[in-house]
């Protein structure tokens, strides 16, 4: 957790450490050997927390405390039914996630990888100024054309990369809900009010896919969400258009991105995420993808957040080792 957290717990005399000490995912054997007896655990998205782990850890368990803010990794029937706590961080890392989902819609969007990759390769020197070369799609709004904002998933990071591209002048919002959620129109006009959009407005996939200069996915993982983006969305998008996700890699068909891209349905995409992370290789058909950014899931990865992170992680599993409520906690 760092060296500015583990002093939470390590200067609790009350309370027995058991440490994974690498800074890598746990190894899961390890994890399963050493869980047995504990009454809190602090894990990262990468373990799996599932029945094989409480039959591990015994029935004590109190608390599940994750350092993030998705919990896709956790089987939620199960911990609601040992009626083990939950604990999770979010608020905290919004900032950072919206930061790189603007960051990856303007690479995408300006042919970042491939430009870079001309100075990289040295071949600079073979491309004089032109008007044309090089040339992406912008991100702001134009004296003669004004932009659309989608998002799938319209949660807090949704809100923190909405407020971001006020300056860029967008001047409407749209959005695609979980469709048991209640319509949120009041919220919708406010939001609309202080940031001088003409319109917040839910709308469903067809609608969005079809007008929206760019689309942010940040939407929870699990089966639910699942390739949400798929070939029909993806086909329905405009080919000036730009798609982000720095959710979980899943809510994206990966193959139909592929081809979206290859075949030119959409101008990029810009991913903090991939089905199937971290094992991601160089031919990956998306890494190969010249119009296509993607960094290794780096959307909290801010010394200042991981900090935060940690910190209401520890906090989470310290309140409810003494029975308190949690500062952040899931409720089923
Ligand atoms: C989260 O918190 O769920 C992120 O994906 C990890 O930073």
């Given at each position: 957790?760092?060296?500015e ?58 608390v ?28 905290v ?9 603007i ?61 971001r591209?006020?300056p860029f ?161 899931v409720?089923?």
């Open positions: 957790m760092g060296p957290v583990m002093p939470l717990l390590e200067n609790r005399n009350d309370i027995d450490l058991v440490l994974w000490q690498q800074d890598c995912a746990c190894d899961r054997k390890w994890f399963l050997e050493n869980v047995q007896g504990a009454t809190a655990i602090i894990v990262m998205f990468g373990d799996k927390v599932d029945s094989e782990l409480f039959e591990a850890a015994g029935p004590q368990l109190r599940v405390s994750t350092m993030s803010v998705g919990y896709d990794h956790i089987d939620v029937k199960e911990i609601s039914k040992r009626k083990i706590k939950l604990g999770y961080t979010p608020d890392l919004s900032d950072a996630v919206a930061d790189i989902c960051m990856l819609a303007l690479m995408a969007g300006r042919n970042a990888r491939e430009s870079m990759a001309v100075v990289n390769e040295g071949k600079w020197p073979n491309y004089s100024w032109a008007p044309f070369l090089f040339c992406g799609r912008q991100l702001s709004s134009t004296a003669t054309s004004q932009r659309t904002v989608g998002f799938i998933g319209f949660g807090r990071i949704a809100h923190a990369t909405l407020a591209l006020i002048g967008y001047t409407h919002c749209l959005y695609l809900a979980n469709p048991s959620s209640a319509p949120a129109t009041a919220r919708d006009a406010a939001l609309a009010a202080q940031h001088h959009l003409q319109s917040v407005q839910r709308v469903d996939a067809d609608t969005l896919a079809a007008t929206s200069d760019v689309v942010f996915v940040l939407a929870p993982g699990g089966a639910a969400t699942e390739h949400l983006v798929g070939a029909r969305f993806l086909r329905r998008m405009k080919p000036t258009a730009v798609l982000v996700n720095a959710s979980r890699g899943t809510l994206v068909d990966s193959d139909a991105l592929a081809t979206a891209l290859r075949e030119r349905w959409i101008w990029g995409a810009g991913l903090d995420v991939v089905t199937g992370e971290p094992n991601i290789a160089a031919d990956h058909p998306l890494v190969k993808e010249p119009r296509c950014v993607v960094v290794p899931h780096i959307g909290s990865a801010t010394i200042e957040t991981r900090i935060d992170m940690a910190t209401l992680a520890v906090n989470n599993a310290l309140a409810a080792i003494a029975g308190e409520a949690m500062p952040a906690s409720e089923f």
